[in-house]
């Protein structure tokens, strides 16, 4: 069983500045790369691994994993912008693609890429920053999150 949902907003906030380059594991990283793959083949500029991005990401794939649930809207009811915002993030445009289910970081972006919501978030020129977060457990096995900001 394989879930996939995407998310987008703009806000009207200043952008954020780029974090360091830490946060995120080789499974992240990778996914980091295969959106920028997909990204220069359409002009895009690549995103750049943004930690606080990541460190959200994350926390919400763990949550899901862990909790056994797939939304973009958290167990405390915060939606993925109020995470983004609540832990610092200050972009304008704000962006949260989800997957749950699939093995690989090729998998998921494969999912992702023929999905029309989530491959316009991946594709959205606007987005400078991105933080990936991967997790495992509940009934999906494996948890995809991806936050995207500029």
Known sequence: MLGATALI???????????GA?????????VLRL???ERAKVG???????TTLATVARAHSVD??????????GRDGR?????????????SVMAENIAAGQQTPAAVMKSWM???????????CRYRDLGVGVARGGSYGI??????GG
Not at 64 to 73: K, L, N, V
């Open 22 to 30: 830490t946060a995120m594991n080789t499974e992240e990283r990778e």
């Open 143 to 148: 948890y995809w999150t991806q936050n995207f």
């Open 35 to 37: 959106v920028n793959v």
């Open 64 to 73: 899901m994993a862990r909790y056994d649930y797939f939304s973009h809207t």
């Open 114 to 124: 023929n999905s029309s919501g989530h491959r316009a978030n991946i594709l959205n």
């Open 44 to 50: 895009c500029p690549a995103v750049r691994e943004h």
């Open 79 to 91: 939606s993925p912008f109020d995470r983004m915002r609540d832990a610092g993030y200050t972009g």
């Open 9 to 19: 907003a703009s806000v009207s906030t200043a952008p954020s500045a780029h974090a």
